[in-house]
């Protein structure tokens, strides 16, 4: 199923634009956000999320006047499209589900990891950051780039070149972070692309929803950064394979 397609749409120039916009950032390196004994790791990438949903105001702006802007914010705020409602199980639960295999795949293989720690504060706090920086990634990527793609190839070709074009987008971020582990590297990317193949099967199974991808991308981050106590000992390869299954199926 192929929704929101958009002919019109310029997908090449949008992904230069938001990687030019994105050196600045790329360049200040891993420098985090919060004091030193934070237990969550914010490097000055987080920024970048603003970039995206930026482009895309401007090239709607441009294609479409205010109608085309103002149609982004509605699929944002509009929870109707997401039916039937059976849809929030994979947009709520499908990421904690592959983190919680994982650590009993990994635990089985003789993983020493730590207890699950669940503080709610934390995770509500946590998860409302994430929701702010899901809906500006996300205003790009579903809301512009994919209807863009998805006009000219189809729904699992565009998943696969929006997952390569996000996962280039982290790469240095990713590296910056993990400078001693391009293993890691490698398979956070790997499990990028994968994602971002679910991620274009909700939305367009959603009738081109952005505020189901902005609950699936919040999850995405969520899981992992509280695995198993707030990222401590998050590994991509694992969930990499999980999530590979499941989006060939």
């Not at 958009?6 to 230069?16: A, G, K, S």
């Not at 802007?69 to 499908?94: E, K, N, Y």
């Amino acid at each position: 199923m192929t929704t929101q397609a958009n002919p019109t749409r310029r997908p090449w120039l949008f992904t230069v634009l938001v990687f030019i916009l994105s050196a600045p950032l790329y360049l200040a390196g891993d420098l985090s956000l919060l004091p030193a004994k934070a237990p969550i790791h914010a490097p000055v990438f987080v920024l970048a999320c603003v970039i995206p949903v930026f482009v895309a105001h401007v090239l709607l702006y441009q294609e479409q006047g205010r109608q085309g802007v103002r149609a982004l914010w509605r699929s944002m705020l509009d929870a109707g499209r997401i039916r039937p409602l059976a849809w929030f199980a994979p947009i709520l639960l499908l990421m904690p589900a592959v983190m919680t295999m994982t650590y009993l795949l990994e635990t089985w293989a003789g993983a020493a990891l730590p207890d699950p720690q669940f503080r709610p504060l934390d995770a509500v706090g946590l998860l409302l950051v994430l929701l702010i920086l899901a809906a500006g990634e996300e205003a790009g990527w579903s809301g512009y780039l994919t209807g863009a793609l998805q006009a000219r190839w189809s729904a699992l070709n565009s998943g696969l070149a929006l997952g390569a074009i996000w996962a280039a987008w982290h790469v240095i971020p990713y590296m910056q972070a993990h400078p001693s582990a391009p293993a890691w590297v490698v398979w956070q990317c790997a499990g990028t692309v994968a994602l971002r193949v679910l991620m274009v099967w909700i939305f367009n199974n959603t009738s081109g929803s952005l505020l189901a991808v902005v609950l699936f991308h919040a999850m995405i981050n969520q899981s992992e950064f509280m695995y198993p106590n707030l990222g401590s000992h998050y590994e991509p390869f694992v969930p990499f394979l999980i999530l590979a299954g499941i989006a060939a199926v």
